[in-house]
């Protein structure tokens, strides 16, 4: 069965940093993009960043170029974002998702109806 979990979530102060990560289960994302997205309340789920499946490609929102950055540990069936530079319009519920049909970050990665998988989200709220 196809699991991901997200990890990493908490409250930061604005300007502050955190790291998420998105663990795999009952399957090896060596061979899979990966990507992320979050929602904050009220608002449409929105891409943020995509890794494909040898890192030889990574993509960024515009909010978030700069600020945010995606890896992958596939040794540890881990991808991660570090999040760096955190404002209160960064706060929302972070999730990844993957789908097997892609292993590279094509140009409609930030939609997210294209990914089949998903994870239960990690919350991230930016205030003083």
């Known amino acids: 069965q196809v699991q991901l979990v997200e990890s990493g979530g908490g409250l930061v102060q604005p300007g502050g940093s955190l790291r998420l990560s998105c663990t795999a289960s009952g399957f090896t994302l060596d061979y899979y993009a990966i990507a992320w997205f979050r929602q904050a309340p009220g608002k449409e789920r929105e891409g943020v960043s995509c890794i494909s499946k040898s890192a030889g490609r990574t993509d960024y929102a515009d909010s978030v170029k700069g600020r945010f950055t995606i890896s992958r540990d596939n040794a540890k069936n881990t991808v991660y974002l570090q999040m760096s530079s955190l404002n209160p319009e960064d706060t929302a519920l972070y999730y990844c998702?993957?789908?097997?049909?892609?292993?590279?970050?094509?140009?409609?990665?930030?939609?997210?109806?294209?990914?089949?998988?998903w994870g239960q989200g990690t919350q991230v709220t930016v205030s003083a």
């Open positions: 998702a993957t789908d097997p049909r892609w292993d590279r970050c094509g140009d409609s990665w930030i939609y997210p109806p294209n990914f089949r998988s």
